[in-house]
């Protein structure tokens, strides 16, 4: 959750400013405060696990695929297939997370699979920012 907060201090940085990008960064910052909230502040094992865990891994989500969704389009300053991936991790996390999880018998399978491709995509935005060229001046 700490690093997806860094992370989104990064991705800001490198961004040209727009609304678009302005609102991802927000909720980028809020699906990292979500999961430190989720993990570290209502851990799912506890004297009251369930509902405060649950609802604010949910609403890390409902950000983190906001965010992505509004990114998408800015991260391609980074690289053409910056837009696909970011569309494509951001439909897929859902879908593993509530949708194929659900139904599955082990739906921690499904859900770590679904951290995975955030990481990769962080992972992968990491490296383009690292790469990308600083402003010159004269």
Request: glycine share 10%; with cysteine.
């Amino acid at each position: 959750g700490l690093l997806a907060v860094l992370f989104t201090y990064a991705v800001w940085t490198v961004l040209p400013d727009s609304t678009a990008m302005l609102a991802g960064i927000v909720l980028l910052a809020h699906e990292g405060f979500g999961i430190i909230f989720s993990f570290g502040v209502f851990p799912r094992s506890g004297p009251s696990p369930g509902v405060m865990h649950i609802g604010a891994g949910i609403y890390a989500l409902a950000c983190g695929v906001a965010a992505r969704l509004l990114l998408a389009r800015p991260l391609q300053e980074l690289g053409r297939f910056y837009l696909p991936l970011t569309v494509a991790v951001a439909i897929a996390v859902p879908v593993l997370s509530l949708g194929v999880a659900r139904l599955s018998s082990m739906p921690g399978l499904y859900e770590r699979i679904a951290h995975g491709l955030v990481l990769a995509w962080m992972a992968a935005v990491a490296v383009s920012i690292l790469r990308h060229p600083e402003t010159e001046t004269d």
